[in-house]
């Protein structure tokens, strides 16, 4: 019996799905129709409410349910649509806090579920907020906003973000003031206004620094905030309005000095970039460029450490590390081995077992770097060097740890409130330095210099070193200059009358008191 041959399967027909139809009345809504349409259905319906966030905000829908807001989601994502925002992009204008989300959406919570009322939490607020700060940061690096970017990874980030700076809301760091604008150290005058910008938050919360950034962006980048500095956009009202608070920044800075000149022609506009670019052209031309090449080559050629007298051996390293900074700046990057070399051969001190310690230093294989042979030397000289405070003079050594008074440190430069106390018993500006300092370090710097021999006003006023009259010697004189003065009237008198040719002895006794050096006292009494 031949074998039965099934029947062909027949696949199933394919029922095309039915087109969408719109809820009656919203098929030709817009996104900015729908904001009037939401405002007049406080209670829409699930279908109304699907239509709206899946069909017309379907973007704003997606970042908003990473945020996952309320159990009844599409009601809180309406509320939000109800404070106007109908894009990503009008999440940026939402609040720069936490509680400003709160003061926004809070008022929902009041609000019967049928007038549209939804509860929000304190996570709620945290998550929306997250939201905004990623919009923010989009916009600030000059990105498109895509919701698919903000992930529950991204959000918690972004989460923590705003619980680190909350924790140091507050907090002001301590920052030195530039040193003045000079022939000789743009370079470091520039690093110095570039660390002030970067604390300071222009319009958009983006570092300052980015309005003077140049031109050309690193490879790679340091960190989020250097991104940010390369990535901000420099147009618009924003930009023009940081843009004149960094020119007035530089105007403060200059006005009065020699490189006033060379923003003069952009101080009427505050124009902030346009004056640093012109600083650049001026002191980084090739001719400055070779005088501080040259300057730093002398520095570094003529630095040699032999004693702890004037020139102990922080201002030698200190000389010898500013000299290798400007030949890298200008002209090529200094070795770190050829620094220690130099820093080797440049050691020579009468003390013999000093000058063998050094070298065996600076010629182990643990020593690296140029500034962890300082830190090793300047131990030795400590060591070796104990009473080597200078007894006269500006520059001490001092026998205290000045660290601990700092409120900042720099380059190894110590600053109490922006007043630079490395050299802690220099001569300190009775004006601006010396009445910035706490009472605590007045007396520790007026403590050392008494421990050292060095006398002046207040540890700040007068030439260092030198040595004030006492009291009781400036009265003495001022004294004997009442009598000279005195004395010199008597003697005038008696010519005019022609007393001196008196031969007799009443009248020679009589001249005598008269003009005698008790003459002053007798009349007094």
Same mark, same amino acid.
């Given at each position: ?16 799905? +039915? ?48 945020? *996952? ?44 579920a049928a007038r549209g009322g939804v509860n929000f939490g304190v996570l709620h ?10 919009? &923010? ?21 972004? $989460? ?5 700076? +909350? !924790? ?5 760091? %301590? ?38 950034? !140049? ?24 930009w023009e309005e940081d843009n004149k608070n960094v020119g007035n920044y530089l ?81 090529? %990057? ?18 013999a077992t000093f000058n063998a310690s050094a070298n065996a230093v600076l010629y182990?294989?643990? $020593? ?7 830190? %090793? ?30 409120? !900042?440190?720099?380059?190894? *430069? ?15 500006? !009775? ?54 003065? +005195? ?8 010519? &005019? ?29």
């Amino acid at each position: 019996m031949a074998a039965q041959v099934p029947p062909a399967q027949v696949p199933p027909a394919v029922v095309p799905p +039915a087109p969408y139809v719109a809820p009656a009345g919203m098929g030709a809504l817009t996104a900015q129709t729908a904001q009037d349409w939401i405002g007049e259905h406080l209670n829409p319906t699930q279908d109304q409410m699907d239509h709206i966030f899946n069909h017309i905000y379907m973007e704003l829908n997606h970042a908003l349910g990473v945020c *996952r807001l309320s159990d009844r989601q599409k009601y809180a994502h309406h509320a939000v649509v109800r404070q106007g925002v109908t894009d990503l992009d009008d999440l940026t204008m939402l609040g720069s806090s936490v509680s400003d989300i709160r003061s926004i959406l809070k008022m929902f919570n009041t609000l019967l579920a049928a007038r549209g009322g939804v509860n929000f939490g304190v996570l709620h607020y945290s998550r929306l907020f997250a939201l905004v700060s990623f919009a &923010k940061d989009k916009r600030r690096h000059d990105q498109a906003i895509v919701a698919a970017d903000f992930t529950d990874a991204v959000m918690r980030e972004y $989460i923590s973000k705003a619980e680190a700076k +909350a !924790s140091t809301e507050g907090e002001e760091l %301590e920052i030195p003031s530039p040193p003045e604008l000079k022939d000789t150290n743009f370079h470091k005058w520039q690093q110095a206004v570039n660390t002030v910008l970067l604390t300071k938050e222009g319009t958009r919360g983006i570092p300052l620094a980015y309005v003077i950034r !140049s031109e050309t962006a690193p490879d790679e980048f340091e960190d989020d905030t250097e991104r940010l500095i390369f990535e901000a956009s420099r147009t618009g009202l924003v930009w023009e309005e940081d843009n004149k608070n960094v020119g007035n920044y530089l105007t403060s800075l200059l006005t009065g000095t020699q490189a006033e000149s060379w923003i003069k022609p952009h101080v009427k506009s505050q124009n902030g970039r346009a004056m640093m670019t012109a600083l650049r052209v001026h002191y980084l031309g090739q001719s400055q460029k070779e005088k501080i090449i040259e300057d730093a080559r002398k520095k570094r050629d003529g630095a040699y450490y032999k004693s702890q007298g004037i020139y102990t051996f922080e201002r030698f390293s200190t000389d010898l590390h500013e000299a290798f900074q400007a030949l890298g700046d200008y002209e090529r %990057e200094v070795e770190e081995s050829e620094k220690i070399r130099l820093l080797r051969e440049k050691i020579g001190t009468d003390n013999a077992t000093f000058n063998a310690s050094a070298n065996a230093v600076l010629y182990s294989r643990d $020593i690296m770097t140029f500034e962890t042979a300082v830190a %090793e030397i300047s131990l030795l000289v400590s060591r070796y060097f104990p009473s080597s405070a200078m007894k006269k003079g500006r520059y001490g050594v001092a026998q205290v740890d000045v660290s601990k008074f700092a409120t !900042s440190s720099q380059n190894g *430069r110590h600053y109490y409130q922006g007043v630079d106390i490395t050299e802690f018993t220099r001569f300190y500006d !009775s004006k601006t330095e010396w009445p910035k300092l706490s009472s605590e370090l007045k007396a520790a710097i007026l403590q050392e210099k008494k421990e050292q021999g060095i006398t002046g006003k207040k540890g700040g006023g007068g030439k260092a070193g030198g040595k004030r009259q006492p009291k009781a010697l400036t009265k003495k004189v001022k004294k004997m200059k009442v009598q000279i003065k +005195a004395l010199t009237k008597q003697v005038s008198e008696m010519k &005019k009358g022609g007393g001196g040719d008196d031969d007799s002895e009443g009248s020679k006794k009589g001249s005598s008191e008269a003009t005698g050096p008790n003459s002053y006292a007798k009349k007094k009494d």
